[in-house]
């Protein structure tokens, strides 16, 4: 009976047990949603116009004025400098920029499949530079990735894009929930 009372404790006590965060190179990382990345009174369409556009033909002077207008504001759209220097952990898509053989290793990474190949790219708030020396082998742009590394807010420019933030990267692995 004490031996079953004893195995129940542990268990219990290992039940109950925090689990270790994750640490990288002493500095505890945060899991983070792509959300946080933007201020909170930010809203890429409320920055724009778009009862016109509906009415607009691609050949209108006017549709390339607004498209000119929407690339600019995308382009610098507000971050928050809170994340600078934050060890994260963030989900996302790999946009390659920079290859080495079969391995990329400098890249966008963004929110959704798509993002910065396609017109317009998210605003630079959703778009974060990464630089990962070892680099990855991205078999399929499909599939999304974890990034952990360390977080700060500078612009990046690019023609498939602009980002408000970078990563140097200490970890880059297939996504898994």
């Known amino acids: 009976m004490h031996k079953i009372i004893a195995l129940l404790s542990l268990m219990v006590i290992v039940c109950v047990a925090p689990v270790k965060a994750e640490t990288v190179n002493g500095e505890q ?3 983070i949603e792509w959300d946080i990345l933007m201020p909170a009174d930010y809203s890429p369409m409320e920055i724009f116009d778009t009862s016109q ?3 607009l033909d691609d ?26 220097g934050k060890m994260v952990r963030i989900p996302g898509f790999v946009v390659p920029l920079v290859e080495e053989g079969l391995k990329v290793t400098e890249f966008f990474l ?8 396609h017109v317009p790219p998210p605003p630079s708030n959703q ?4 630089t990962y020396e070892p680099g990855v082998n991205v078999e399929n742009l499909y599939d999304a ?20 933030y970078k ?3 200490f ?6 929930e």
């Open 145 to 164: 990735v974890w990034i952990v590394g360390k977080l700060s807010v500078k612009t990046t420019t690019h023609e498939l894009g602009s980002s408000g």
């Open 127 to 130: 778009i974060i530079h990464v």
């Open 59 to 84: 050949y209108d002077p006017m549709a390339e004025i607004k498209l000119k207008v929407m690339m600019e504001a995308l382009s610098s759209a507000p971050v928050v400098p809170e994340m600078d």
């Open 53 to 55: 556009f509906s009415s």
């Open 110 to 117: 963004v929110p959704y499949f798509g993002a910065c190949i």
């Open 171 to 176: 970890k880059v692995e297939a996504y898994k």
């Open 29 to 31: 990382v945060e899991t």
């Open 167 to 169: 990563i140097d990267a």
